[in-house]
């Protein structure tokens, strides 16, 4: 069998012929889930590849083609509850992935007050409250460049602790009730549940017969 020598995009000879995958390119490094991204690289048909996973996460391979002296491209449907990590890429020789993790948007299942005992108090208070949001994709410690953001009511919060699944925030001065919003390097997402402030009153009317209809201006009346 006639063997030939490329020079990989990631600055590393790798060997055309049968073998384990070899990854070459990636059309980008971060998607939203549904997206679909492009891998090129060799030995994706001879033999055929057996799996291709985001971090575990088994994905859809939506078509192959050949590029020339062995190189393939495969489209991949970025699968629904894959978390940040590498791309794994296998076939019955061996495995493969990539040198870096792939990031997706944040994913946050519940939140609730730190401290909070009843189920209506842990997502009531007031800003310097802390706040614990569990989910996935709040870290990439692989990147440096990694940007995790939360906000109450566009209003960005501090955080005391973050690893992969949790993160924990203060609430800000001027935070208003509605839901909370996490941001990433792939994309952002928002609670389905509010957040509820309690109420700030700035002005009133400071005085009125009885019957009158008495104004007041703030934030956080909203039930």
Request: with cysteine.
């Amino acid at each position: 069998m006639a063997l030939l020598w490329a020079w990989c995009g990631w600055g590393a000879l790798v060997l055309l012929g049968q073998g384990a995958p070899q990854l070459t390119a990636i059309s980008t490094n971060r998607a939203q889930p549904g997206a679909l991204i492009a891998i090129t690289g060799l030995n994706f048909l001879n033999p055929p590849l057996t799996a291709v996973t985001f971090n575990f996460t088994p994905a859809t391979v939506e078509s192959i083609r050949s590029l020339g002296l062995g190189y393939n491209q495969i489209s991949v449907r970025v699968p629904l509850g894959a978390t940040i990590g590498p791309i794994f890429v296998e076939n019955a020789f061996g495995q493969t992935q990539t040198p870096w993790n792939f990031q997706l948007p944040p994913v946050v299942q519940r939140f609730a007050r730190n401290g909070a005992f009843t189920d209506a108090d842990k997502v009531r208070g007031v800003p310097g409250d802390s706040v614990a949001l569990t989910g996935s994709n709040f870290l990439d410690p692989t990147d440096p460049n990694y940007r995790l953001g939360v906000f109450f009511d566009g209003i960005r919060a501090g955080w005391d602790t973050v690893t992969e699944g949790s993160v924990s925030v203060v609430v800000p001065p001027g935070a208003m009730t509605g839901p909370i919003t996490v941001t990433n390097n792939a994309g952002a997402t928002v609670t389905s549940g509010y957040f509820y402030l309690s109420p700030w009153v700035t002005a009133f009317t400071s005085r009125a017969r009885v019957g009158d209809t008495l104004t007041l201006s703030g934030r956080s009346f909203r039930a």
